[in-house]
């Protein structure tokens, strides 16, 4: 079993900034790919980016290259995404989700997560 708890989010106005954290205990929590999701109103839920835990790897959905960032800590038990150059199209709520098997649009264990609402 793994639990992971989103915090972080809140309201933004656009080219602002914010960190996501999502906090991830359980067993052998080391060993499972983290991934940042999202769903905005009306639209299907998208992945956002994920972190391996076996090689490092990092993937990002190219909506968000270059602007959104994740990240580790494995002594902390915390993954991160800041997220940076915030648009109004961010706006969703923002789901991290674990696996054992790697970075997948089914991952076996999901926060409840959190508002991000970009808007002036």
């Known amino acids: 079993q793994l639990q992971l708890v989103e915090s972080g989010g809140g309201l933004v106005q656009p080219g602002g900034s914010l960190r996501l954290s999502c906090a991830v205990s359980?067993?052998?929590?080391?060993?499972?790919?983290i991934g940042w999701f999202r769903q905005a109103p009306g639209k299907e839920r998208e992945g956002v980016s994920c972190i391996s835990s076996n090689d490092g790897r990092i993937d990002y959905a190219d909506s968000v290259k270059g602007r959104f960032t994740i990240y580790r800590d494995n002594a902390e038990h915390l993954v991160y995404l800041q997220m940076n150059s915030l648009k109004p199209e961010d706006t969703a709520v923002y789901y991290c989700?674990?696996?054992?098997?790697?970075?997948?649009?089914?991952?076996?264990?999901w926060g409840k997560g959190t508002l991000v609402t970009v808007s002036s």
């Open positions: 359980g067993f052998t929590e080391d060993f499972y790919t």
């Open positions: 989700a674990g696996d054992g098997l790697g970075c997948v649009s089914d991952m076996d264990y």
